[in-house]
């Protein structure tokens, strides 16, 4: 099980791919990296179109501000913790 119960979408398979690298400790930067790459996994495969158009669109435009702010919007444990900690990874 993931963070949060997440399963589908960007989110989903960013942490999937977190947990499967043994749940380091990466940067901002490297989260950015890799909502990049989900959703680009997500377009190739014909997923996410409806949930994630916006991102979409902002990744495709570089707009490097708005993917930035939607990866820290995430609160993907390793990055942007909330309180309480998240019960799958301990961090809060």
Known sequence: MSCHGITQGVMGT???RWEAAGR???SLERTIDE???ADAQLSR?????I???QLRQHIQQGDERY???WTMGCH???VNPRNPP???????
């Open 76 to 78: 993907f444990c390793w």
């Open 51 to 53: 949930r994630h158009r």
């Open 14 to 16: 960013v942490v999937r």
């Open 67 to 69: 993917v930035r702010l």
């Open 24 to 26: 380091p400790d990466w």
């Open 45 to 49: 495969d014909g997923l996410g179109k």
């Open 86 to 92: 998240c019960s799958i990874c301990n961090r809060g």
């Open 35 to 37: 909502v990049k790459w």
